[in-house]
């Protein structure tokens, strides 16, 4: 099928083309009015990779290990900035979404390689996070079998609005639920001299505790956050000015999903008072663990409202990447915003992996670990994707925006490291 014609915002500027130029007279109200205008997709994707999969993870960190870990979390901050930056420059820059590029720049094989991860990636995010509603569904003795087809209901229900910007607001309004983990944390009044003594017992040599580090790799790094940023940029019909607006999203983003995450590690190891070594058994049990600090029913209640938040937000934005990702890589139109007859094959792609999900989620016994392997599965993942987006930083962006010299070198050699200490935790756990 011949492709459709692209229009003048599908087409790469020329390389040194200059951006467009801001008005002069910049005021405060501007200042705000080009934050309510540009900011969402990097804050939206950072909320979403603070998902079911990825409390649980780090729940079972503080649980095992105490607060050996909540450093990892933070040193991971600038390489989750570098990475999702690059991933915004394709969009801005280039005009196009990362799957369309690879497929550009690489051919079928590498089409093929980037659509393979991304398709295991959104299923194992998506199965973590419909499983994370359940789990909460059961606190309160609701069935799987009702609460799993409302909430694919409502995300296809999202999809169905066809304008990405309510798509969006949608998604970050669950997605700020997870904040309420920051107020647990700072009632849990972890213990400052515990802190540091854990930091300065590493355990490296345990297999199990590099297993869990790979999980929170994993768990920090999704292989649908580059193609869902680069293509929410293009659907929001951002340009090159929104650049330093654009980065300060992705920034503050990725600074907040890493705090939110470690609070919940804090939380746990709080209570566990510099870990136990015992597992955790299920999403009830994390939230039993947090009704000391606020009380059984508000500990609850703020328990269920951070991972169903996280869960309904990581869903949308997991599976929309999917969509529009595969729907780039294949040459298909992935817009929410085209006439009926163009939306069928992209709401068909986003209604299956959700409805699929779900199915699957009915016979998921084992939600903690299996979460935990989901997060391993991204950290195996990474170095493929990430090796593609830095090559694609390097060679494929316009001159003013491109990855080079000292910068490429660095950036190469981070990820690099950060990819290959994932890639062996992996392994480690094997053993």
């Known amino acids: 099928m011949a492709r459709q014609p692209m229009n003048p915002r599908d087409r790469s500027p020329a390389a040194g083309t200059p951006p467009r130029a801001k008005p002069s007279g910049s005021t405060r109200r501007s200042v705000f009015a080009t934050i309510g205008a540009v900011w969402g997709p990097g804050l939206l994707v950072m909320l979403a990779d603070t998902d079911a999969g990825n409390i649980v993870t780090a729940a079972e960190s503080g649980a095992r290990w105490g607060y050996r870990l909540a450093p990892l979390l933070l040193l991971l901050v600038p390489v989750l900035i570098v990475v999702q930056d690059l991933a915004v420059r394709i969009g801005l820059f280039r005009q196009c979404g990362f799957g369309e590029l690879v497929r550009e720049r690489f051919g079928r094989v590498g089409a093929f390689v980037a659509a393979a991860a991304l398709v295991v990636a959104t299923l194992g995010s998506l199965v973590t996070e419909l499983t994370g509603i359940a789990g909460v ?110 980065r300060w999203d992705t920034a503050v983003g990725a600074v907040l999903t890493q705090l939110v995450t470690a609070s919940v590690l804090v939380a746990i190891a709080a209570l566990k008072r510099g870990g136990t070594g015992a597992s955790l058994n299920d999403i009830g ?125 660095v950036t190469a050699g981070v990820v690099g490291l950060v990819a290959i200490a994932g890639v062996a935790g992996a392994f480690a756990g094997l053993l």
């Open 137 to 246: 569904g059961e606190l309160y003795g609701a069935s799987r079998w009702l609460v799993l087809p409302l909430a694919s209901l409502t995300l296809i229900l999202v999809a169905l609005t066809g304008e990405y910007r309510r798509v969006e607001r949608v998604a970050l309004l669950f997605g700020l639920f997870e904040l309420s983990f920051l107020v647990v944390a700072w009632r849990s009044h972890p213990s400052g001299g515990e802190i540091i003594r854990d930091i300065a017992d590493q355990k490296l040599t345990d297999f199990s505790y590099l297993y869990l580090g790979a999980g929170l790799i994993g768990a920090t790094f999704n292989p649908w956050m580059i193609f869902y940023q680069a293509s929410a940029v293009v659907e929001k019909r951002l340009s090159p000015s929104d650049y330093r607006a654009a």
């Open 285 to 409: 049990e994390i939230s039993q663990v947090l009704t000391p600090f606020l009380g059984e029913a508000t500990g609850r209640i703020v328990f269920s409202a951070g991972v169903v938040g996280a869960a309904m937000a990581a869903a949308i934005v997991s599976s929309l990447a999917c969509a529009w990702g595969l729907g780039e890589i294949f040459g298909l139109r992935r817009s929410l915003e085209r006439e009926a007859r163009h939306r069928l094959g992209f709401l068909s792609g986003y209604a299956f992996w959700v409805v699929g999900s779900a199915i699957l989620v009915l016979f998921v016994p084992d939600l903690i670990w299996l979460s935990i392997g989901m997060q391993v599965l991204n950290t195996v993942l990474l170095p493929v994707v990430v090796a593609l987006l830095v090559i694609l930083a390097a060679t494929a962006l316009p001159e003013s925006a491109r990855l080079r010299g000292w910068r490429l070198w």
